[in-house]
């Protein structure tokens, strides 16, 4: 069942019950002392007529007052049928039945289970009987009941019309409320749309302000989601087409480089070699020997600056550590009106590959930042870890930048993606003209742990 069905089926409940229960009580509680007051009065002036009634009957020897002349019955109670609420009867000295005032039952009685709740409205009240003398004999009794029936009868009818208006009243609340309820909830149908749309792909989909202040909550929070997603998305994609761009670049600085200075030196080899095969003397043939040497080591001396640029060179051999001082005192040769501060606490051996290039690279970006963008005098880098986590910071003194300006660089960019890459933390402190500080803490991830 949906929300909108149980919301509307929760309040039918609750309003049947207060108006029935509620309502329903209080009417007949009602009905019910004032059927009672009725009665009660009925009761004291129907006694007090049938008393003195009595009272002349017994002292005029068996005549009635003039009232009741011409009616077969000693009392004439049939004639008093109006007398509602009492039923009252005369039974002669044998027990018999001789006159009563009860009148034929209503057509229109109301269900037992109203008069059942209504009976018990007459359990209070006493049956009265009064012997009745004549002449020092007892002629019979006369015997009065409460009788609530009428009461009752009148009260259902007037129930009955009321039922009739709460129905009415019912069905009318009932629409209204499934439509207001509707009308409350139509935002509900407006956050699952946009967040179909979101799964679908389509970022730009937004919500737009409701009136209900939690509902307006959660679509401010679900635009400045759908925001950062599309944002960071479109971070993404410009990140990826760097990437390619920045592979093709060096595929192509390689290219031709290789074509350039191997290719080049190949040749030169060639060239040589093709000399010492034709050559007529052994001094001829050393002089190209050795031409050869030379170009076999400027050879060496490119491939290893390739490789260098591929792979930080010492990583793998020697450690994070060696790779890491080999990287700064190659900057520190370049820079040399830079003061840099270096250290490094902890081993970093056992940590995968993952981590520890990363830590290469960030520091390797961080250098070529300061180098490019800061102007500094001195810097200072710090490693360690404590508590299963590898903390990283590189600072400056130089001459900082607004972060909250977006640039088209790719080194922050990249660097963010790294740590992020590895469940790490990256966080970048700098204002204009007060230096910048570069964040990092990673997770320690040892080797095969990934
Ligand atoms: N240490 C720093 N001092 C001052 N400005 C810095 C520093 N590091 C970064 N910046 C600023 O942040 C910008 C973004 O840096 P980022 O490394 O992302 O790009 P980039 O260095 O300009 O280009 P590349 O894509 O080659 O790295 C830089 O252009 C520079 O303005
Ligand atoms: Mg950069």
Same mark, same amino acid.
């Given at each position: ?69 011409? /009616? ?100 009318? #609340? ?96 060639? #060239? ?17 020997? /050795? ?160």
């Amino acid at each position: 069942m949906n929300l909108k069905l149980r919301i509307n089926l929760i309040i039918t409940v609750l309003l049947f019950l207060t108006l029935i229960i509620g309502g329903g009580m209080f009417t007949i509680q009602n009905a019910r002392g004032n059927v009672q007051a009725e009665i009660a009065s009925t009761a004291i002036l129907a006694l007090h007529m049938l008393d003195s009634e009595i009272l002349a009957y017994s002292l005029n020897s068996g005549q009635v007052s003039p009232a009741y002349v011409g /009616s077969g019955s000693t009392f004439q109670l049939n004639k008093l049928t109006d007398v509602r609420h009492l039923k009252i009867d005369f039974y002669d000295a044998h027990g018999r039945l001789r006159d009563t005032n009860q009148s034929r039952p209503s057509d229109d009685a109301p269900p037992k289970w109203f008069v059942s709740m209504m009976d018990t409205v007459t359990d209070e009240m006493p049956i009265t009987k009064r012997m009745v003398y004549r002449g020092g004999r007892i002629v019979g009794e006369l015997v009065i009941t409460p009788d609530p029936s009428y009461e009752i009868a009148e009260v259902w009818e007037e129930m009955q019309g009321m039922l009739i208006f709460v129905g009415i009243f019912f069905i009318v #609340v009932n629409i209204l409320i499934y439509y207001f309820v509707g009308r409350a909830l139509r935002p509900i149908d407006n956050i699952l749309e946009a967040l179909t749309d979101l799964e679908s792909g389509k970022l730009e989909a937004r919500l737009p302000k409701f009136t209900l202040p939690e509902l307006s909550r959660i679509s401010d929070k679900f635009n400045v989601m759908a925001n950062t997603l599309e944002e960071s998305i479109a971070d993404n994609r410009h990140l990826t087409q760097q990437m390619i761009q920045v592979q093709e670049e060096e595929r192509k600085n390689l290219a031709r480089e290789l074509h350039d200075e191997i290719g080049q030196h190949l040749t030169a080899i060639h #060239v040589d070699a093709s000399a010492i095969l034709k050559a007529k003397t052994i001094e001829a043939s050393k002089e190209s020997a /050795s031409a050869i040497d030379t170009v076999a080591r400027q050879m060496m001396d490119i491939v290893h600056n390739i490789l260098q640029r591929l792979r930080p060179s010492g990583l793998d051999e020697l450690g994070l550590e060696a790779a890491l001082q080999e990287l700064i005192n190659g900057w520190k040769q370049r820079h040399k009106d830079i003061t840099v501060k270096y250290s490094i606490e902890g081993l970093f051996s056992d940590y995968d590959e993952a981590v520890l290039i990363t830590l290469y690279r960030l520091v390797q970006e961080c250098l070529t930042n300061i180098s490019r963008h800061a102007r500094a005098e001195n810097i200072q880098i710090i490693l360690s870890q404590k508590n299963q986590l590898i903390f990283l910071s590189v600072s400056d003194d130089g001459q900082g930048f607004d972060t909250s300006i977006r640039t088209t660089g790719f080194g922050l960019p990249g660097m963010r993606e790294r740590v992020e890459g590895l469940a790490g933390v990256l966080e970048i402190v700098a204002f204009p003209n007060k230096g910048t500080q570069v964040n990092i803490e990673l997770p320690c991830i040892t080797r095969g742990e990934k």
